[in-house]
């Protein structure tokens, strides 16, 4: 079956400093790949998403790039911020109505 | 922006109780969802639901749970007979169709089971 595999956390980083958190998958077809974030206290938004491989995905400066060579779907940001704290979930999808496959999330922490 | 809501956002209840907890897809869209979060576990899927009949199930989602779509706005998860291991957030989601693989997720529902 489908799975997902992300860096353990937490990870904590100064402000400004560069991120990476890895995420490697699993699965039998060709998925879309997706992440989400998780803000203290609050539900699963969608920060970007690739449906094809060499695609890149972006938003709020961050990116991630659908590597299918390395099964690979890492999430960079040049310069984090105190506010970009968060669980940070590496996910796939087969198909407009499968399920979603969640890794187990990674905690960021960001200090002034 | 539309965005997919969920009430109530917490809810205590002894264990044997039936909840129901409930969600408000985005309007146009067709394709729902329930997943839950044990706390510090990963996200898992529970159930996906389109024209009003269950597409796919996981193994967690037993006799125990059952959802509908009791009215054109709302999608409610209920289970019946609540276990301690119940205790979870409950995230609701929707997407527009089959080729939207995108799935928008509501804001949670964090189930405590006494």
């Known amino acids: 079956g489908n799975s997902v595999t992300q860096m353990e956390g937490p990870v904590t980083l100064s402000e400004e400093a560069f991120l990476t958190i890895n995420c490697t998958y699993t699965a039998t077809g060709y998925p879309s790949l997706f992440w989400y974030v998780q803000y203290p206290g609050e539900g699963l938004q969608l920060l970007l998403k690739a449906t094809k491989a060499d695609d890149k995905g972006s938003n709020k400066g961050f990116e991630a790039t659908y590597r299918k060579e390395t099964t690979s779907f890492h999430l960079e940001k040049g310069s984090v911020q105190v506010s970009d704290s968060a669980v940070y979930f590496c996910?796939?999808?087969?198909?407009?109505?499968?399920?979603?496959?969640f890794g187990t999330g990674t905690k960021l922490q960001v200090i002034p | 922006e539309p965005e997919v809501t969920q009430t109530p956002s917490h809810q205590v209840t002894q264990m044997g109780q039936e909840v129901i907890l409930r969600c408000v897809p985005i309007s146009n869209h067709l394709y729902f969802y329930w997943y839950r979060q044990i706390l510090g576990q990963k996200v898992e899927f529970l159930v996906s639901?389109?024209?009003?009949?269950?597409?796919?199930k996981s193994e967690i989602f037993d006799d125990q749970f059952s959802v509908e779509r009791p009215d054109g706005s709302n999608f409610t998860l209920k289970i019946r007979s609540t276990k301690l291991e119940d205790s979870a957030m409950y995230f609701c989601?929707?997407?527009?169709?089959?080729?939207?693989?995108?799935?928008?997720f509501g804001p949670g529902t964090r189930l405590l089971v006494l």
């Open positions: 996910a796939l999808s087969e198909g407009g109505y499968q399920k979603v496959t």
């Open positions: 989601a929707s997407s527009e169709s089959p080729l939207q693989e995108t799935q928008y």
């Open positions: 639901f389109y024209n009003n009949e269950i597409s796919e």
